[in-house]
């Protein structure tokens, strides 16, 4: 199992940092991730699944279209959207990106690539609760870098009309 709890800890200073450089309050984010109130923002900020459709959410409130993270790995999120339903629209390919291509499976991985794996290297009970995860609309970071690195991917960009997505990691 991967320990990505430095990364996860990593990119919420690194939106911490966001939100103050672009004067983005906890209260100002909340509506738009969804959340009752700005104590939820904060908890989002420290919680260990953080999910990758509010860390987009998060820099597109910021206008922040990269962010770079050089330690315990380094990482790199870039977003090019302006709007939350542009971000759910990202997100939603992203999903779909890691399918075996030809395959009217929908859940199916690459050959050579089990969500039985997923779950070893992420700490999921099952490859079912792992591959659940993926699809629900909050989508932990640790399990996007993870799939990510089980399927070899340095690097990895989807688009949805002129909306993009690129993440990128170094592999160890």
């Not at 998060?58 to 993270?69: D, E, F, G, P």
């Not at 339903?85 to 395959?103: C, H, I, N, W, Y």
């Not at 969500?115 to 989508?139: C, I, M, N, P, Y």
Request: charged letters at 25%; aromatic letters at 6%; hydrophobic letters at 40%.
């Amino acid at each position: 199992m991967y320990d990505l709890a430095p990364l996860i800890s990593a990119l919420q200073t690194a939106l911490r940092n966001e939100m103050a450089r672009a004067g983005v309050t906890y209260e100002d984010a909340a509506a738009p991730l969804g959340f009752a109130n700005k104590s939820s923002v904060a908890r989002l900020l420290v919680k260990e699944r953080m999910c990758l459709e509010d860390t987009i959410k998060l820099m597109i409130l910021c206008k922040t279209q990269k962010i770079t993270i050089q330690k315990p790995f380094r990482f790199q999120i870039e977003v090019k959207a302006q709007t939350m339903a542009q971000a759910d629209a990202l997100m939603e390919a992203l999903r779909k990106s890691v399918f075996k291509e030809g395959t009217t499976e929908r859940y199916r991985l690459p050959d050579g690539l089990t969500w039985e794996q997923v779950a070893e290297h992420t700490g999921f009970d099952s490859g079912k609760s792992a591959r659940k995860s993926w699809f629900l609309l909050q989508t932990p970071v640790y399990l996007v870098v993870v799939v990510l690195r089980l399927l070899g991917k340095r690097e990895h960009e989807v688009s949805d009309g002129p909306c993009s997505l690129r993440i990128s990691q170094a592999i160890n």
